[in-house]
Structures are given as structure tokens and as C-alpha cells.
């Protein structure tokens, strides 16, 4: 089997399950839609295919959707996942006319986590280290809504520091300079009872781009990775992080879309 197909195949097969939310407050199905609850009031919605549906079918499934969040009071929004090699006629036209709003598309990337491990050179003064403490997973996550051009939220900070509070693997990784700046940062998830662990979150400030600290940083998640025993590598990675993630060896195996309903 070609190496994307199998990459593919591994990413259909293991994390297009429960693996895929585990934070998730709650998880109900409807056909092969799970409707997954999170805090602050966000819904989701994933699935390992869409069981073969024709459009007249996957009508009935997003409507069924729609209901069962609308009946939620505290739900506020919520995502519908799609990827760009599944079998789902008229899901998009479908999405649009019940208020969906389609996001940017993103690349989903996967690679062998022992071929991403190579030593990086960090410009003079920068340091690579995990972060735990309150005030540093705040300082982290206000540079990253930063850098996303979001406004500055407790939110995520509020959220992270949930997820470490549960100690389910996941790890906060930074780059510092020497003045204590957080020039960039990322996150490691190991999903449990796969082969893989996820980066997400990659933002590094622009002053500090193209010096290596991003790739350095993939470098050091893939490493913590392998001492978890995962092999596999994942992402869904935006058009600017697509590069640096191939040149790290990466692959990129579909595409990934992300449809936003809110109430």
C-alpha cells in the first residue's frame, strides 16, 4: 500500500473514534454522527464515514444535528468536521442552508514521529522547555491568540489548565528567548490506544519566523512522542504551517474543513 494510503488508512481507522474527543463532556449518536458536548457551551460533530448516505440521507443527518443542539440552551456553537476524502453528497450545500459557515480548509499532515526528531540549531539565546504553571500555559496562551490575531481570552488558558489538571498525557511546549519572552509554542496530545500523537496549536511570533524555532519545536513534541510509545505524527495544519510541517516530514494525506454553526 502506498505510503499515503496507509497513513490515511491509520487515521481513518484510529482516530476517527472516541479517541478523537477525549475531553468531551458527553457523546451521543445519531447514525454514524457522534454529537460530542464540550465545556463552555461548544458542540461537535465527527464521524468515521457517513455510512453510505445519499444527499436525501445526509440532509436528514445534519438536520437531526441542528435539532439535537438546538434543544441544548447552553450550547453556543458548533463545529462540523469534514474531510475532503470522504463519500457525503450535497453535505456542503446542506451545511450553507442551515447557517453553517464554511472555515478556511486545512491540510491534515501525518508522519512517522522517528523521522521527525533531528536536531534543530535555535538562534542564540532561545530555549526549548514544557510548561505546567498557571501564569506560564496564561503567558503561552495569550501569545497564541495573539499571533491568531484573536483577542486575548481566558479561555483557552482556562481550557489547557483543565486538560492539565487531568493528566491525560497532554504536554504545553515553548520557545523562550533570553528576556523570558514566549516567542512561539505548541501543543503534544498522545491519543490513547493508537499509534499516534497530535501537535496542534503552532503559533510563533512574526519577528521569529523563519529561524528554525517552529521546526525545533516539532522536533522536541516528536521526541516526548516516542518516549509515549506513539509512531505516528498528525496535524491539521493551516496554508503557512503546511511547509514547515513537510519539511519536517510530514505528509499530507486529505483535507480537512471545519463548518461553524452558532446560536
Request: aromatic residues 6%.
Given at each position: 500500500?502506498?505510503?499515503?494510503?496507509?497513513?490515511?488508512?491509520?487515521?481513518?481507522?484510529?482516530?476517527?473514534?472516541?479517541?478523537?474527543?477525549?475531553?468531551?463532556?458527553s457523546?451521543?449518536?445519531?447514525?454514524?454522527?457522534?454529537?460530542?458536548?464540550?465545556?463552555?457551551?461548544?458542540g461537535?460533530?465527527?464521524?468515521?464515514?457517513?455510512?453510505?448516505?445519499?444527499?436525501?440521507?445526509?440532509?436528514?443527518?445534519?438536520?437531526?444535528?441542528?435539532?439535537?443542539?438546538?434543544?441544548?440552551?447552553?450550547?453556543?456553537?458548533?463545529?462540523?468536521k469534514?474531510?475532503g476524502?470522504?463519500?457525503?453528497?450535497?453535505?456542503?450545500?446542506?451545511?450553507?442552508?442551515?447557517?453553517?459557515?464554511?472555515?478556511?480548509?486545512?491540510?491534515?499532515?501525518?508522519?512517522?514521529?522517528?523521522?521527525l526528531?533531528?536536531?534543530?540549531?535555535?538562534?542564540?539565546?532561545?530555549?526549548?522547555?514544557?510548561?505546567?504553571?498557571?501564569?506560564?500555559?496564561?503567558?503561552?496562551?495569550?501569545?497564541?491568540?495573539?499571533?491568531f490575531?484573536?483577542?486575548?481570552?481566558d479561555?483557552?488558558?482556562?481550557?489547557?489548565?483543565?486538560r492539565?489538571?487531568?493528566?491525560?498525557?497532554?504536554?504545553?511546549?515553548?520557545?523562550e528567548?533570553?528576556?523570558?519572552?514566549?516567542?512561539?509554542?505548541?501543543?503534544?496530545?498522545?491519543?490513547?490506544n493508537?499509534?499516534?500523537?497530535?501537535i496542534?496549536?503552532?503559533?510563533?511570533?512574526?519577528?521569529?519566523?523563519?529561524r528554525g524555532i517552529?521546526?525545533?519545536?516539532?522536533?522536541a513534541?516528536?521526541?516526548?512522542?516516542?518516549?509515549?510509545?506513539?509512531?505516528?505524527?498528525?496535524?491539521?495544519?493551516?496554508?503557512?504551517?503546511?511547509?514547515?510541517?513537510?519539511?519536517?516530514?510530514?505528509?499530507k494525506?486529505s483535507?480537512?474543513?471545519p463548518?461553524l454553526?452558532?446560536?
Open positions: 500500500m502506498p505510503d499515503r494510503a496507509r497513513l490515511l488508512q491509520a487515521y481513518d481507522d484510529q482516530l476517527r473514534t472516541d479517541a478523537e474527543t477525549p475531553s468531551a463532556i457523546v451521543e449518536r445519531l447514525g454514524p454522527l457522534r454529537l460530542v458536548t464540550f465545556a463552555g457551551g461548544r461537535f460533530v465527527t464521524y468515521r464515514d457517513l455510512g453510505g448516505a445519499d444527499a436525501a440521507g445526509v440532509a436528514d443527518l445534519v438536520a437531526g444535528a441542528v435539532a439535537h443542539y438546538e434543544a441544548a440552551p447552553e450550547i453556543t456553537r458548533f463545529e462540523w469534514t474531510r476524502h470522504d463519500l457525503a453528497p450535497g453535505l456542503h450545500e446542506t451545511l450553507l442552508a442551515h447557517g453553517f459557515e464554511a472555515d478556511e480548509p486545512e491540510s491534515i499532515m501525518i508522519g512517522e514521529a522517528g523521522g526528531t533531528a536536531e534543530v540549531p535555535l538562534p542564540e539565546g532561545v530555549v526549548l522547555r514544557r510548561v505546567r504553571d498557571e501564569a506560564d500555559v496564561r503567558a503561552m496562551s495569550a501569545m497564541q491568540d495573539e499571533v490575531g484573536d483577542p486575548v481570552s479561555a483557552m488558558a482556562e481550557a489547557l489548565l483543565r492539565l489538571a487531568l493528566d491525560d498525557g497532554m504536554e504545553l511546549w515553548v520557545a528567548a533570553s528576556d523570558g519572552e514566549i516567542v512561539s509554542a505548541g501543543r503534544l496530545e498522545p491519543v490513547a493508537t499509534d499516534f500523537a497530535g496542534w496549536g503552532g503559533a510563533t511570533r512574526a519577528p521569529w519566523r523563519g517552529y521546526r525545533a519545536l516539532t522536533a513534541r516528536a521526541r516526548s512522542a516516542l518516549a509515549h510509545g506513539k509512531t505516528l505524527i498528525h496535524s491539521d495544519s493551516t496554508e503557512f504551517s503546511r511547509p514547515i510541517l513537510e519539511r519536517s516530514g510530514l505528509v494525506v483535507t480537512t474543513t463548518y454553526w452558532r446560536r
